[in-house]
C-alpha cells in the first residue's frame, strides 16, 4: 500500500477523508474486540482503529501484531469522541478507522522501550542503536542537526565561499593529539594519518588562491575522552584571504545569528561582546566563560597579603594569588553546606576554602579574626559584600585559582537558580597567549597550533621573550563552552620559521615535517585566516543537551569503542601480513 500521509500530519482538516499510512507499531490495546494501535512514524503518533464493523478481517490480521512491527493502514480518519481525545498528541482529537491492513515485517520484543522519557541505560541504546534512532527526541535532533548543516552551507554560499573537500588519509604531525594512524600496503612500515583537522590544507588552498573556502569536515583525534569530546567529530571549516580579524568576526556574528534565527527563531544581540583571555581567566576563572550570569572573581592580593592569614602571606610571597567569589545569598548557607564546597573545590586542585559569611551584619568565619577592621572594610568594599553573602577565597598559583573558583562559580550559579538554559550568551575571547611553556618537556609548546600568527607588535619578542607573545586567535563561547576557535595565520616564511624555533624544532626537522608549507609560502602567500566551528558541541547546545552522543547518529562510547559494530576490533592475521604488521601484546602486568 503506498504512503498517502504521514501519522503525525493528520489534522481535523482530513475528517471524513481515506487515507493510508505507513509505521511502526508504538503500542495495542484490545479491548474486548475491538483494537486500538498506537501507529508511528517520523512526523508523529495517530490512533488507529480496528473494528470488526470497519472490517473483521484486517481485525484479524492486527491481532496478531505486536510492539515495533512495520504495518502498512488505509482507513477514514473520523472524529474522537470528546470523552476519548488525548490532548497530549497533537493528533489527539481524531483517530483512523482501518479497514485494510498489511503487515511489511514482524519484530521481536526490543530490549527497551521505543519512547521518550524512559530511562535506559546508554550502553544498552548504543549497541542497538538503530532502535534508539526511532525515539522522537533523536529524530528532531538529527534533524536539527541536518538543519545547521544546511544554514551554515546557504549562508557560505551567499558569501562567495567554496566547498572543498580535503584528504582524509594525510601526514603524521604527532605534536598536539594523538594522531590515528593508517599502515600503507604499498609503502611497506609507512603510515597515513587521518585529519586532526584539515588546518594544513585549508592555507594551501588560500596559497592557491581559492580566497574563500569552507568544508564540513570529519576531523579524527586520538585524545581522552569526556562528556563533550568524541575521536571523531565534525567541524565546519572555514578559511579566507585578505580579510583581518576585524572584518572575519562580524561576519561569523552574522553566521551565528542566522542559524539561531533559523533553528531556533531567536534573534541575537549583535556585536557580540569580546574579552581579552586575560579578562576571561581573572574575571570567571575560565577561557570559555559561561555569560549568562556575573558573580565575577575578585582579586584580592594588595588586601589581604599583610593580613594574619600566613597562607594567603606565603601565596603571594611565592608570585600566587588570592581571589575571593562572591556567592550572593549564600550567606545563610549552614556549616555543613559550606564545608561540603571543600571537596568538590580539592577536585580542581584546591588545599583548602577560606570562607566568610556575611550575617547578622557582621563577618564571620574561621579566618575573620585573623584581619583587621580596616582590611574588613576593604574586603567588603572591593567585593561588594552585603547581607546574606558567603565570601569563598582561594589562594594558589593562578591557574589553581582559576579552575577553583571558576568551577565553584558555575556550580553555585546553577545551584541559585542564575543560570537560563533558555538564553543563548555568545562572546569572542581574543588575545590568547601565542606560546605556553611546558614544565615536564621544558620547552614552549603552541597554545592554540603552530601556524597561529602573533600579533605584529609582538612578533620581536620571539628573540627575547616568546612566552609574552599574543596571538591573533579567538574563540568563540557559547553558555561556558567553546564553539568556535580559530586565529589569523602565519604567511611568512621567516616568521613560521621562528614560530618552529620557538617551538623548539631544529631547521632539519621543521624542514622534514613541514617543508612543503615553507616553500609555499616563497610563492606570494595572501595574508588569510579563518575558523572552526564544532557542529556536533553547536547542536548539542540547540538540542538543549548535555552529551554529545546525543546528537550523532552512531556515537562511539567514552571508551571510544562502538558497541554496535564492535569496534575496534582484531582482524584476520592476512591483513596484517599484507600490512608487513605484527601485533606485540603487553603482558598482563603491563596494562594496568
Given amino acids: 500500500m503506498k504512503r498517502s500521509h504521514h501519522c503525525g500530519a493528520l489534522t481535523n482538516a482530513h475528517i471524513g477523508e481515506t487515507v493510508t499510512l505507513n509505521g511502526w507499531v508504538q503500542t495495542r490495546r484490545d479491548l474486548g474486540g475491538v483494537l486500538f494501535i498506537d501507529l508511528r512514524d517520523r512526523s508523529g503518533i495517530v490512533q488507529v482503529v480496528f473494528n470488526p464493523a470497519y472490517s473483521g478481517e484486517a481485525l484479524q490480521i492486527a491481532d496478531r501484531v505486536r510492539s515495533e512491527y512495520v504495518i502498512a493502514v488505509t482507513g477514514k480518519v473520523v472524529k474522537r469522541d470528546a470523552e476519548t481525545v488525548n490532548k497530549n498528541l497533537p493528533t489527539g482529537e481524531i483517530e483512523v478507522q482501518i479497514t485494510e491492513i498489511e503487515v511489511l515485517n514482524a519484530a521481536k520484543t526490543p530490549p527497551f522501550f521505543i519512547e521518550d522519557g524512559v530511562e535506559v541505560d546508554e550502553s544498552l541504546r548504543l549497541k542497538y542503536r538503530y532502535l534508539d534512532l526511532r525515539r522522537p527526541e533523536m529524530f528532531e535532533t538529527l534533524k536539527l542537526r541536518s538543519k545547521a548543516s544546511k544554514v551554515f552551507r546557504d549562508f557560505l554560499d551567499g558569501e562567495e565561499f567554496v566547498e572543498v573537500e580535503t584528504p582524509i588519509l594525510t601526514k603524521s604531525s604527532p605534536e598536539g593529539a594523538r594522531d590515528y594512524l593508517v599502515p600503507s600496503r604499498v609503502h611497506e612500515g609507512e603510515f597515513f594519518a587521518l585529519p586532526q583537522s584539515p588546518q594544513i590544507y585549508k592555507q594551501l588552498l588560500m596559497v592557491g588562491g581559492l580566497e574563500r573556502y569552507y568544508q564540513i569536515a570529519r576531523c579524527f583525534r586520538d585524545e581522552d575522552l569526556r562528556a563533550d569530546r568524541q575521536p571523531e567529530f565534525t567541524q565546519v571549516d572555514i578559511e579566507t584571504s585578505f580579510l583581518q580579524q576585524d572584518d572575519l568576526l562580524p561576519m561569523m556574528e552574522q553566521l551565528m545569528a542566522k542559524l539561531l534565527r533559523e533553528t531556533k527563531g531567536i534573534e541575537l544581540e549583535l556585536p557580540f561582546q569580546r574579552i581579552t583571555y586575560a579578562d576571561a581567566m581573572g574575571k570567571y576563572g575560565s577561557d570559555k566563560p559561561d555569560l549568562r550570569f556575573g558573580m565575577e572573581l575578585v582579586e584580592m592580593n594588595d588586601i589581604v597579603a599583610n593580613s594574619g592569614v600566613k597562607v594567603f602571606a606565603s601565596v603571594i610571597e ?187 624544532l631544529t631547521p632539519e626537522v621543521a624542514n622534514d615535517k613541514f617543508g612543503y608549507l615553507l616553500e609555499a609560502f616563497e610563492y606570494g602567500t595572501p595574508p588569510h585566516g579563518g575558523i572552526a566551528f564544532g557542529l556536533d558541541r553547536l547542536v548539542m547546545l540547540l538540542a538543549g543537551r548535555t552529551n554529545l552522543r546525543e546528537t550523532i547518529a552512531f556515537p562511539k562510547t567514552a571508551s571510544a569503542t562502538d558497541l554496535l559494530m564492535n569496534a575496534p576490533s582484531e582482524v584476520d592475521g592476512s591483513q596484517l601480513e599484507q600490512l608487513h604488521i605484527r601485533v606485540a601484546r603487553k603482558p598482563v602486568a603491563e596494562k594496568k
Fill in 318 to 504: 611565592k608570585g600566587g594569588e588570592v581571589k575571593v567569589l562572591n556567592a550572593k545569598g549564600c550567606g545563610t548557607w549552614s556549616r555543613k553546606e559550606i564545608d561540603d564546597l571543600g571537596p568538590f573545590a580539592a577536585r580542581y586542585g584546591a588545599k583548602g576554602l577560606a570562607w566568610i559569611q556575611v550575617k547578622d551584619g557582621e563577618f564571620k568565619g574561621p579566618i575573620v579574626k585573623f584581619f583587621t577592621p580596616e582590611e574588613i572594610e576593604a574586603v567588603k568594599e572591593r567585593t561588594g559584600a552585603e547581607e546574606g553573602d558567603l565570601l569563598l577565597f582561594s589562594a594558589d598559583n593562578k591557574k589553581v585559582v582559576a579552575d577553583v573558583l571558576g568551577a565553584l562559580r558555575l556550580k553555585i550559579g546553577r545551584q541559585l537558580g542564575l543560570i537560563d538554559d533558555s538564553k543563548f550568551k555568545f562572546a569572542w575571547v581574543v588575545d590568547f597567549p601565542l606560546l605556553g611553556y611546558d614544565e615536564e618537556a621544558k620547552r614552549y609548546v603552541a597554545e592554540h597550533h603552530p601556524f597561529t600568527r602573533p600579533k605584529d607588535e609582538d612578533v620581536h619578542l620571539f628573540d627575547t621573550d616568546p612566552g609574552a607573545i599574543r596571538a591573533q586567535a579567538y574563540d568563540l563561547v557559547l553558555n561556558g563552552y567553546e564553539v568556535g576557535g580559530g586565529s589569523m595565520r602565519i604567511y611568512k616564511r621567516d616568521v613560521q620559521e621562528k614560530m618552529f624555533a620557538a617551538l623548539g
